[in-house]
């Protein structure tokens, strides 16, 4: 079964960190495009960051840009998105998605065809 799975997510005080982790099953991600979007309450889901599939292109939103950074292992068929000085405004559920192909990321998430069911992250004091 074709599937990602998202872990990581959880409350966290303002300025603190996470470590989302998004691994794949039932195929490799070797030859996939991987993305990070966010759903926050009320409103629609957003791009967040995305990696190439041979990780040489990494893209972020420009609320995100500086404090999170998103990195793959292929060998371990996972993709990590680490995120520092979390901020009130980063509250969301936080999906992953891969989107097959060699070069580059799309901003157009149609593009995507396998996505994970999402994991909450809050921060709150």
């Known amino acids: 079964q074709v599937q990602l799975v998202e872990s990581g997510g959880g409350l966290v005080q303002p300025g603190g960190s996470l470590t989302l982790s998004c691994a794949a099953s039932?195929?490799?991600?070797?030859?996939?495009?991987i993305g990070w979007f966010r759903q926050a309450p009320g409103k629609g889901r957003e791009g967040v960051s995305c990696?190439?599939?041979?990780?040489?292109?990494?893209t972020y939103t420009d609320s995100v840009k500086g404090r999170f950074t998103i990195s793959r292992d292929n060998a371990k068929n996972t993709v990590h998105l680490q995120m520092n000085t979390l901020k009130p405004g980063d509250t969301a559920v936080y999906y992953c998605?891969?989107?097959?192909?060699?070069?580059?990321?799309?901003?157009?998430?149609?593009?995507?065809?396998?996505w994970g069911h999402g994991t909450q992250v809050t921060v709150s004091s």
């Open positions: 998605a891969a989107d097959r192909r060699i070069r580059g990321c799309s901003s157009w998430q149609n593009s995507y065809d396998v």
């Open positions: 039932g195929f490799t991600l070797d030859y996939y495009a």
């Open positions: 990696i190439s599939a041979g990780g040489g292109v990494t």
